[in-house]
């Protein structure tokens, strides 16, 4: 079965709508005769004569009115699917979208966040769902609407990604603990009892490389998946938490912190999205606040 033409759906409601030929025809800018094809097309494709005469004009038939109205709406659909979309109305904007972010992200940045879209788009809401992998297929399946973390190996080719900020890594301990009155050293460092953050479950990272080169090794007592599970138990204990600056900033409250002694990569913490919401209005407005709550802790 062949695949009809779908330019004769404009034809088809020019003509309907001026019920004459060669009116339809200026509207449409074709001569008659081009436009009289087009009609002989449009009832052979509709096993209809559509428009017959009656006088000196042409009247529709009971087909052509009960297609003209369904015509116009799809015509019209059409041409609104085609056209650039028009300009975002924040506050009549009724969303909701998910982020999926790293532990710490949502307790530092969320309410800044969450307060700018108050302010502008009172009817979006934002849904911080875990991060247990760097899995891009939430992005690739529409689950989830954007995503922050450091790109790597198995993020996805296609997924755009922008830079938010840079961090690094510091240690942090409970007011009052022996080491908050001592100047820090690799080797008073490596010899408290640490927490280690690790979503796979390993127990060395960059900062025991760094310890190595110099001869030293850190005690791991215990590891855990998450920065925020690991800034509990070190609130609680004599245990040493190693972890993102600016990514844990709401969460080290009433907490002492420190440089560490010994030097670490710094890390970029980027903005991820799928490329098919670039264009999306919403999304774009989206993309923008979340940079903005970012830029204005640094």
Request: hydrophobic share 40%; aromatic share 4%.
């Amino acid at each position: 079965m062949s695949t009809p033409d779908l330019n004769l759906l404009v034809t088809l409601d020019v003509l309907l709508a001026e019920g004459s030929v060669a009116r339809a025809a200026q509207r449409l800018r074709l001569s008659p005769s081009a436009m009289s094809r087009a009609l002989a097309r449009l009832r052979e494709t509709t096993g209809d004569p559509l428009l017959v005469r009656a006088g000196r004009g042409l009247v529709p038939t009971p087909r052509a009115l009960e297609l003209r109205e369904r015509v116009g709406r799809i015509v019209e659909d059409a041409q609104a699917i085609l056209r650039p979309a028009e300009a975002l109305d924040l506050q009549r904007l009724v969303r909701t979208f998910t982020l999926r972010t790293s532990e710490g992200f949502a307790e530092s940045f969320g309410p800044d966040l969450i307060a700018r879209l108050g302010r502008q788009a009172p009817g979006v809401r934002l849904r911080f769902v875990q991060k247990p992998d760097k899995d891009s297929a939430p992005l690739r399946d529409g689950t989830v609407d954007l995503e922050t973390g450091v790109v790597g190996g198995t993020t996805g080719p296609e997924v755009r990604a922008q830079a938010l900020f840079r961090d690094r890594f510091i240690g942090v301990v409970r007011l009052g603990h022996p080491l908050c009155e001592r100047e820090m050293t690799p080797s008073l460092y490596a010899a408290g009892q640490h927490i280690y953050v690790s979503r796979r479950g390993l127990d060395k990272g960059p900062i025991d490389d760094a310890l190595n080169r110099l001869g030293l090794e850190r005690q791991i007592a215990t590891i855990v998946s998450g920065f925020s599970t690991a800034l509990v138990l070190a609130r609680n204990s004599d245990l040493i938490a190693s972890v993102p600056e600016r990514h844990t900033g709401a969460l080290r409250a009433g907490m002492h912190s420190f440089p560490l002694p010994v030097p670490t990569p710094e890390i970029t913490v980027s903005l991820l999205w799928h490329p098919r919401m670039d264009a999306d209005p919403a999304h774009r407005w989206l993309r923008g606040c979340v940079r903005d709550a970012c830029a204005r802790d640094d």
